[in-house]
């Protein structure tokens, strides 16, 4: 049998008594989309920050790709090709759309000589297509400081994308987007990555059962139901779970 990507074994996070991450226990394979669902404080942001590194677990293991990454840096877990999408916006505000691109593909060409040469036509070429693929086009020049929300959003998402993570980690790229722009990006996700190990943190379960390939639920920090989208839908724990904070939200 074909290793996972990525292993989770029994991982925990409990600084206080109190644990937010407990016993998760998850195997995602490679090309799989798996979206990461659950209700407010589940600790799914949490989860997503001890697989990239800017936490440590307290417990267990995580072992990418045969080797274990629990307790390294995020440079370092960035560097073994973990890319992320956080659930507010990161990119270097003062550059312009095309800069920061290019500054997200270059994190694929090695150090040194090659780099340099790398600055040059191909990269310019590359970022351009890019651009053109996440309908940026006519805000290139703009520095992302001065971009709305979405194609903030947008402009990260593809940065995410351009790096060509080996596992590419979501936390709600769509948030406070509406439903069009963001049906758009969930659209690039799947046209773009779908060479890609994907995991995605989403509220908009509509959203969540057309692009995974697998849906985890996480409640109180344990994985409370994990399957297809249908057999999660149709969980009668989870629908429990998602009683009374959102009724009918996931019939
Ligand atoms: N560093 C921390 N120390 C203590 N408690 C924390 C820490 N980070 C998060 N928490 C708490 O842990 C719980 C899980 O938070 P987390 O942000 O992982 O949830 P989430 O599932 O991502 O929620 P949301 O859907 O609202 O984004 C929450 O109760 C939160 O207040
Ligand atoms: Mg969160």
Redesign the pocket.
């Known amino acids: 049998m074909n290793r996972p990507l990525l292993d989770l074994q029994a991982v925990g996070y409990a600084?206080?008594r109190q644990p937010?991450?407990a016993e998760v226990t998850l195997q995602v394979r490679r090309g799989e989309r798996l979206a990461l669902i659950?209700?407010?404080?589940?600790?799914?942001?949490?989860?997503?920050?001890l697989i990239g590194g800017m936490?440590a677990p307290t417990a267990g293991r995580i072992v990418l790709d045969g080797r274990r990454i629990d307790g390294c840096s995020p440079d370092r877990i960035a560097r073994c090709g973990v890319g992320r999408m956080f659930?507010s916006p990161q990119m270097f505000p003062g550059l312009s759309v095309a800069d920061n691109l290019r500054c997200a593909l270059l994190r694929r060409v090695p150090a040194g000589l090659l780099r340099r040469v790398a600055t040059d036509s191909a990269l310019q070429r590359d970022a351009a297509r890019w651009i053109g693929d996440l309908g940026l086009s006519a805000l290139a020049d703009r520095p992302a400081q001065t971009l709305d929300h979405a194609s903030l959003r947008t402009l990260e998402l593809g940065m995410a994308l351009a790096g060509e993570p080996v596992l590419l980690l979501l936390?709600?790229p769509t948030a406070v987007i509406d439903r069009p722009q963001a049906a758009r990006l969930l659209d690039l996700v799947a046209a773009r990555g779908a060479d890609r190990t994907l995991l995605v943190?989403e509220?908009d379960l509509d959203a969540v059962f057309r692009l995974a390939t697998r849906v985890v639920v996480?409640h109180q920090?344990r994985v409370l139901a994990d399957g297809t989208p249908s057999a999660v839908r149709a969980d009668p724990r989870v629908q429990q779970v998602y009683l009374g904070m959102d009724p009918g939200a996931i019939a």
């Open positions: 600084p206080a937010i991450v659950g209700p407010n404080g589940a600790g799914k942001s949490t989860l997503f920050q936490l659930q936390d709600e943190i509220h996480l920090g």
